[in-house]
């Protein structure tokens, strides 16, 4: 079965701390992933995708991630993050072509600290 | 531009009643879904639809219903509401060939006594 799975519900950050949040994915063939970040009180908001090319990709806000496809795994990564960083994050996968939706990990509660 | 606009945005029901969520949106998609968010579970696909008139399950279809009869709405349905649907729930929606891109709207949060 397709599966998307994040290693940290709670992370506690200080400002400008690096940011690395980590996100594997168990699909056969091609995939299609994505980070989606959820503000407080807000609804979801897509931060990059990934569906081929170079597996770096960088998206909004100064986020990027990786596919690293060996390794099975998409993970998020920020050098330097801001108090307004705080949010849930959402890792999310869907098979190439697939039209029954993504994929959700059950999401990352980021806190930043000022 | 309006998006995914989600009706009503809160509800308060009783065990037993019925309610329809409203999900509509202007960017001509042909992909529609719903899911449901509840803590510490991330999203889980309720139901979903592919076009007008088409309808499919999801993860989590039990005790919902919905419809889709016209190409920009996706009705999601609760025929005799329990406790366990309390959630917020988030419509959002695909065109279809950007791979999975998913456009969502800003949540209904409902709570069944």
């Known amino acids: 079965a397709q599966s998307v799975s994040q290693h940290n519900h709670h992370v506690i950050l200080s400002e400008a701390a690096s940011l690395e949040l980590g996100c594997n994915y168990s699909y056969g063939g091609t995939v299609n992933l994505f980070w989606y970040v959820q503000y407080p009180g807000q609804h979801l908001q897509l931060l990059l995708k990934?569906?081929?090319?170079?597996?770096l990709v960088k998206g909004i806000k100064g986020f990027e991630a990786e596919f690293i496809k060996s390794k099975f795994s998409f993970n998020l990564r920020k050098p330097s993050v801001q108090w307004s960083d705080t949010a849930e994050y959402f890792c999310?996968?869907?098979?190439?072509?697939?039209?029954?939706?993504?994929?959700f990990g059950k999401g990352t509660h980021l806190i930043i600290q000022p | 531009n309006a998006g995914v606009t989600q009706t009503p945005k809160f509800r308060v029901l009783k065990t037993g009643q019925s309610m329809t969520l409203l999900c509509a949106q202007d960017?001509?998609?042909?992909?529609m879904y719903w899911y449901r968010q509840d803590p510490g579970m991330g999203l889980r696909l309720i139901h979903y639809?592919?076009?007008?008139?088409?309808?499919a399950k999801g993860e989590v279809p039990d005790g919902y219903n919905v419809s889709r009869l016209k190409k920009q709405n996706f009705l999601l349905g609760l025929e005799s509401a329990a406790p366990s649907q309390t959630s917020v729930y988030f419509c959002a929606s695909s065109s279809g060939t950007g791979a999975g891109e998913l456009f969502f709207g800003e949540g209904s949060r409902l709570t069944v006594l």
């Open positions: 639809s592919v076009g007008e008139g088409t309808t």
């Open positions: 960017m001509n998609h042909e992909y």
């Open positions: 999310a996968g869907i098979s190439g072509g697939g039209a029954d939706g993504l994929t």
């Open positions: 990934y569906f081929s090319g170079d597996p």
